[in-house]
């Protein structure tokens, strides 16, 4: 196991810090007002801003863009749709760039490398049809369209995917779907066109083959938005976490994918990558939450002396450095198994860094929230919303107790 980078992730890592230097950190902070105020005067804050349009056919031409295509199923996507070489990366070669990309709030989409996007594209990828794939995959992949993946409720326990009770059942030659699903990231964003949607299909069939993912169109009839939620207080525009009701929503059975009740098979393959992404992009955030933090630190005086040489701050810092840098092996570590294939040590290592990362980054956050004073709560700086981010992180993708649950399971089994 080796874990320097190769050459190409090294270079890309390195073209997406620059590009993120040069043209996404100088425009952040005015975007994240231009939305704050357009909230507080009850104007549209749900479209993106026009600079992000901008930032994307820059990022598109420097071929930075589409990084996420996974090496074995990229096949001519990677080439046809402006990926650096025409060829997608590995999960260890694509972990570093991940990492790059997460220090700054901005930067996954300006690359279209953002969740839920990805996962999106990448369920298209393995298991769209052909026309599916021309339909929606191409242009989320142009960054025309957005998507959104619709499978928690309100009224379920979500983290045991097996209770989901919506409906998508099969008349004729269409699928009719009913119930309420929440938390649909990125459904606020006016160009979110299509929703990945999960529902039961044959409530008879085995616990594991009972539920349908469905395309469904957001203009279909019967399908609404009832609200946006907020995250402590955050409402994520442009992209949102919103209620969605789905009413006798009708469409064609061609929009199943794979085929009715192997939801299942296609959830299995949608988060594995998709968990690493996660956690590369959560450890580029630590990291920027702890340069802040040591900035500060050693910027502003206290009792004579710089915050960073009082009390136990040193070391603090020193442990946040150490906590960084071990949870960022774990990650490479789990990302090179996932390249060797799907294995049980594999799974193991997902779920192991789903709890730890968004963990350690909650205490790095904390320590630099801790070292700018009051400040540090502020929306002035970006690490309230950092934390928020990590917070949600221990829920999204399913909680920490579940995956913690996988690798007990994992490590039980070693000794029946
Ligand atoms: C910011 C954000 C974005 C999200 N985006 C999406 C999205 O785009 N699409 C989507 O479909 N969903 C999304 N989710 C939803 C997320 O996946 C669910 O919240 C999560 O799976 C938990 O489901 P639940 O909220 O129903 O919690 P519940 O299932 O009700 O669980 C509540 C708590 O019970 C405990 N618990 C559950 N199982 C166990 C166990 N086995 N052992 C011990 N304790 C346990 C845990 O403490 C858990 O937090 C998002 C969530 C957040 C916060």
Not at 287 to 307: N, S, Y
Not at 370 to 396: I, K, N
Request: with cysteine; aromatic share 6%.
């Amino acid at each position: 196991m080796d874990f320097a980078p190769s050459s190409r992730s090294a270079e890309l890592s390195e073209r997406i810090r620059a590009f993120t230097a040069e043209h996404i950190a100088p425009v952040e902070p005015e975007v994240h007002r231009d939305i704050a105020r357009r909230r507080e005067h009850g104007e549209d804050r749900w479209t993106p801003p026009p600079v992000l349009a901008d930032l994307k056919v820059r990022a598109r031409a420097a071929g930075l863009w589409n990084l996420f295509l996974p090496r074995e199923h990229a096949g001519r996507y990677a080439a046809d749709f402006g990926t650096d070489r025409g060829e997608g990366l590995s999960n260890i070669d694509y972990a570093p760039v991940a990492e790059a990309m997460g220090a700054s709030m901005l930067a996954p989409l300006v690359f279209n490398c953002n969740a839920p996007d990805t996962g999106n594209m990448e369920v298209l990828l393995r298991y769209g049809s052909e026309d599916q794939r021309q339909e929606w995959l191409e242009p989320l992949l142009t960054g025309e369209i957005r998507s959104a993946f619709c499978m928690t409720e309100p009224d379920v326990a979500s983290s045991d995917a097996t209770n989901m009770a919506a409906t998508a059942v099969l008349d004729g030659d269409d699928v009719v779907i009913n119930g309420t699903k929440w938390f649909s990231t990125g459904v606020g964003n006016p160009e979110c066109r299509i929703l990945v949607f999960m529902g039961v299909t044959d409530p008879d069939a085995d616990r594991h083959s009972r539920h349908t993912m469905v395309l469904v169109p957001m203009d279909t009839p019967g399908v609404r938005v009832d609200r946006m939620l907020t995250t402590m207080g955050y409402f994520d525009e442009p992209l949102g976490h919103g209620e969605v009701s789905f009413t006798d929503v009708r469409v064609p059975a061609t929009n199943i994918l794979l085929g009715p009740g192997r939801a299942f098979e296609i959830a299995q393959g949608r988060l594995g990558p998709g968990r690493v992404h996660h956690c590369m992009r959560a450890i580029g955030l630590a990291e920027r939450a702890l340069e802040l933090g040591v900035r500060r630190a050693m910027d502003r005086t206290a009792f004579g002396r710089p915050l960073a040489k009082l009390g136990g701050n040193g070391e603090r810092i020193a442990d946040a450095r150490i906590a960084i840098n071990r949870s960022r092996l774990l990650v490479l570590h789990a990302a090179w198994l996932l390249d060797q294939g799907m294995s049980r040590a594999a799974l193991s290592a997902v779920s192991e860094i789903k709890v730890d990362v968004p963990n350690m980054a909650l205490d790095v956050i904390d320590l630099a929230i801790q070292l700018h004073g009051g400040a540090g709560l502020t929306d002035d700086f970006p690490l309230a919303a950092a934390w928020v981010g990590a917070r949600s992180l221990r829920l999204a993708d399913g909680p920490d107790e579940v995956h913690r649950g996988v690798v007990a399971r994992l490590e039980l089994g070693k000794y029946r």
